[in-house]
């Protein structure tokens, strides 16, 4: 079965840098979630949408955007980095077809020098 | 907001023992509790779910118990393998048409001795 697609697995940037991580949804999952977990931690939430329309805001700092496109898939976009910016985001979709349950991708692991 | 508490932080157990894994949440409005096992590198996986209408839900060695009146829920593994050595992290929502976004628990992780 298809599952979330997240790009690029691995990241490295320098401070100051820009960077830009992708989502691939599951098929016909039209909600997408942003989340941020760093070592150790629990994922904490960044962002979320709907029908390409962001729905929910957690912890994304100012410096974070996101958007979603008419396919469905999602960016996050990380500008002037910081080193605590390092961590592992995840992306996760879901659908009230498959009764909200969240599905997990295998995630983007960041790390700024 | 919601906050979620879990306990405990590291459990180990011997193989074919049993695990419990505990949590507690805030907001009494939160209508769905997923469990879900991190192995290092990977995302987090969704193992079991239940919702506030049900109060246990079993899918074979794996259960979950939800009490709504002291807003609490557990996950229950028996006969534990190896492979269930994890983080299991507990979450709570709202799931509604506001697509509310899950809050975690501060994970257990769980080591299975052979």
Redesign the interface.
């Known amino acids: 079965a298809a599952g ?1 697609i997240q790009s690029p697995r691995h990241l490295i940037k320098e401070k100051r840098e820009t960077a830009t991580l992708k989502c691939y949804p599951i098929p016909r999952h039209d ?1 997408v ?1 942003w989340y941020q977990q760093g070592p150790g ?5 960044l962002i ?1 949408f ?1 029908e390409k329309m962001q ?2 805001k ?1 912890s994304i700092p100012d410096r974070f955007s996101a958007q979603q496109f008419s396919d469905y898939h999602s960016e996050l976009n990380m500008s002037s980095l910081e080193l605590g910016d390092s961590a592992l985001y ?1 992306c ?1 979709s ?1 659908s009230d077809r498959d009764n ?8 983007t ?1 960041l790390t700024v020098v | 907001g919601e906050n979620v508490e879990q306990h405990p932080s590291t459990l180990s157990v011997q193989e074919g023992d049993s695990a419990v894994i505990k949590c507690t949440y805030s907001d009494s409005a939160s209508n769905y509790f997923p469990w879900y096992k991190q192995e290092l590198g990977k995302g987090p996986q969704l193992i079991i779910d239940i919702r506030s209408n049900v109060g246990e839900k079993k899918d074979q060695r794996i259960a979950v118990t939800l009490n709504k009146t002291a807003k609490h829920f557990s996950l229950h593994i028996t006969e534990t393998q190896p492979e269930d050595s994890a983080v299991y992290f507990c979450a709570a929502s709202l799931m509604d048409t506001g697509r509310r976004a899950l809050t975690f628990g501060s994970g257990t992780r769980l080591q299975v001795q052979p």
């Open positions: 979330v909600t979630y931690q629990d994922p904490q939430f979320s709907y729905s929910d957690g995840f996760a879901s909200y349950g969240y599905t997990f991708g295998s995630g692991r």
